[in-house]
């Protein structure tokens, strides 16, 4: 079964540079979200969006920006590196349903390093 | 925000003994789902439970919920070196909504 993709699979930056990464969702799937993990933490919610819609926004600094196109892949846009950005960013995807259920499949994350 | 907290922080147990990790979350919630992850790898989906649901299982997992008490267990019966992975319980409070997870537990299983 297809999964969720993300690219690319290993980054590393200097402080300052930019970043973009990326995210396929599972096909059918109308949602996207983002999420990062520092070393040794749980993940956090970065943004999402429904139908091409940003729908709910977490803890996402204000120098990354994230959108989702037409053919539902998303891009997570981060400026100004810095060193705490270092970090593992999961896209996950899942489909509403009426009925409640709301299983997110992970991708298998972009490990970006901030030198 | 942190959702809640799980414990233990580490588990260390024989291969073929049962693994038994809590999550204790503090809001209302309309699914608990579990996520296994290897080291500095993805998340993968063990299991949803919903609100309304007490218990549920999954091959050797066993999931229960207890709205009450905001808390859940999983239970890995006769566990094998494979399972050594940290394992994250995630929360959301409806349908569409992000997930807000544990701070995870650390489950070494040792052949």
């Known amino acids: 079964a297809a999964g969720v993709i993300q690219s690319p699979r290993h980054l590393i930056k200097e402080k300052r540079e930019t970043a973009t990464l990326k995210c396929y969702p599972i096909?059918?799937?109308?949602?996207v979200y983002w999420y990062q993990q520092g070393p040794g933490q749980d993940p956090q919610f970065l943004i999402s969006?429904?139908?091409?819609?940003?729908?709910d926004k977490g803890s996402i600094p204000d120098r990354f920006s994230a959108q989702q196109f037409s053919d539902y892949h998303s891009e997570l846009n981060m400026s100004s590196l810095e060193l705490g950005d270092s970090a593992l960013y999961f896209c996950?995807?899942?489909?509403?349903?009426?009925?409640?259920?709301?299983?997110?499949?992970f991708g298998p994350g972009t490990r970006l390093t901030v030198l | 925000s942190q959702q809640g907290e799980e414990d233990p922080q580490a588990l260390s147990i024989q291969e073929g003994e049962n693994a038994t990790m809590n999550c204790s979350y503090k809001?209302?919630?309309?699914?608990l789902q579990w996520y296994r992850q290897n080291s500095g790898r993805g998340l993968v989906h063990l299991i949803l439970?919903?609100?309304?649901?007490r218990e549920k299982h999954s091959g050797r997992l066993r999931v229960t919920l207890d709205t009450s008490k905001k808390s859940s267990s999983l239970l890995i019966t006769a566990s094998r070196a494979a399972d050594t992975a940290s394992y994250f319980c995630?929360?959301?409070?409806?349908?569409?909504?992000?997930?807000?997870f544990g701070k995870g537990t650390r489950l070494s299983v040792i052949a």
């Open positions: 996950a995807s899942s489909r509403f349903r009426t009925s409640g259920g709301n299983e997110q499949f």
């Open positions: 096909p059918r799937h109308d949602t």
């Open positions: 969006f429904y139908e091409k819609m940003q729908s």
């Open positions: 809001t209302s919630i309309n699914n």
């Open positions: 439970i919903r609100s309304n649901e």
């Open positions: 995630a929360t959301d409070n409806s349908g569409n909504t992000p997930l807000v």
